[in-house]
């Protein structure tokens, strides 16, 4: 199983950006895909964005298409998630998390899951 551990969350304003990053041991990231989920307070745990291993196919929620991106870096063994324009509402718990599906959008597919890094927009 591939141990994930997330990074780059912190405070900015709205309009910002933040990069995430999610480095994987244990396990590459050759098979499967690999999403970042968020978790505001009192709101389900929900799919932003997921990249397949090549990073040939890619999938993002409609509230973050054209400001966040998606990407994979085998050589380094890293999923980013670049976010560009955040708005307050972008403010959660980011999650990265590993699949060994295809596809698929509901939390209960991935099977790997990183400790969660903040990220919070300010008004």
């Known amino acids: 199983q591939v141990q994930l551990v997330e990074s780059g969350g912190g405070l900015v304003q709205t309009g910002g950006s933040l990069r995430l990053s999610c480095a994987a041991s244990?396990?590459?990231?050759?098979?499967?895909?690999v999403g970042w989920f968020r978790q505001a307070p009192g709101k389900e745990r929900a799919l932003v964005a997921r990249?397949?291993?090549?990073?040939?196919?890619?999938y993002y929620a409609d509230s973050v298409k054209g400001r966040f991106t998606i990407s994979v870096d085998n050589a380094k063994n890293t999923v980013y998630l670049q976010m560009n324009s955040l708005k307050p509402e972008d403010t959660a718990v980011y999650y990265c998390a590993a699949s060994i599906f295809s596809g698929r959008t509901h939390p209960s597919n991935f099977n790997s899951w990183g400790q969660g890094t903040q990220v919070t927009v300010s008004s």
């Open positions: 990249i397949n291993s090549s990073g040939s196919s890619t």
């Open positions: 244990g396990r590459t990231f050759s098979t499967g895909t």
